[in-house]
């Protein structure tokens, strides 16, 4: 997720925006929606891209037996794909007050002959979600819950922390259940990681902040097979 950093992605969040689609918003329909209110139902067949112009909607993927999954946030200039969507049990809410901009494909076709830049701006955008699940898929595979969830708090500290006198500083709003969905693992393995981390005096989660106390032991746990050893020698699942 190294490569990610410059775009905001070391959790499913932006990616790359795409800002010159602004300048074509009078082509597309402007909807707004408060917070916590419904953009797309599951089961909906929008055919259009859902522009962010303001604020953040979250999609969720919606499983038969109607239990919700994080997939990723979009925020201002990025978008969720629904053009050439084939599977439809999406759940999308507005997380705040939130204005977007439908835009389908005969408006896009018009739009790319205008400005073929933003052809690839949007295959950037769509080539990095691609490149940041194949890469959860791998790490599911290869590293078990409990190292998900210090693989995923280690690079949110490398690439957003302000570094302070004895510590690190994070400012960062993720719920554990959030954490939960990003990484594949229980939210129980969320809570004990965490509690595992504040009682070696290596990283506090508080509220909107993460503290870390002690950089090169967190980055050293990225890499284990469990995070316990000695009298803690379960591991965490």
């Not at 037996?65 to 629904?82: C, I, K, P, W």
């Not at 691609?130 to 690439?159: G, H, K, W």
Request: charged fraction near 25%.
């Amino acid at each position: 997720m190294e490569n990610f950093g410059k775009c905001g992605a070391i959790v499913p969040d932006t990616f790359y925006p795409v800002p010159k689609l602004q300048d074509y918003v009078h082509l597309g329909t402007v909807k707004s929606f408060a917070k916590g209110s419904t953009v797309v139902f599951p089961g909906e067949e929008p055919h259009a891209i859902i522009y962010v112009l303001s604020g953040k909607i979250r999609v969720d993927l919606v499983f038969d037996d109607d239990r919700e999954r994080l997939m990723y946030f979009a925020g201002m200039h990025t978008f969720v794909g629904r053009l050439f969507e084939t599977y439809h049990n999406l759940h999308i809410i507005a997380m705040e007050d939130s204005k977007v901009c439908l835009l389908n494909e005969e408006q896009l076709a018009r739009i790319f002959r205008e400005d073929q830049q933003i052809i690839f701006d949007v295959i950037r955008n769509y080539l990095s979600k691609t490149s940041y699940y194949m890469r959860q898929v791998a790490e599911m595979d290869y590293f078990n819950p409990a190292v998900r969830v210090i693989r995923l708090l280690y690079e949110l500290c490398n690439s957003k922390g302000t570094a302070e006198a004895n510590y690190c500083e994070v400012n960062n709003d993720l719920s554990l259940t959030s954490i939960s969905e990003i990484t594949g693992a229980h939210y129980v393995t969320v809570s004990k990681a965490l509690g595992y981390l504040k009682r070696h005096h290596i990283l506090e989660k508080k509220r909107e902040k993460i503290f870390v106390y002690d950089m090169e032991k967190l980055k050293m746990l990225t890499h284990e097979t469990h995070i316990f050893t000695g009298h803690e020698s379960n591991p965490v699942s």
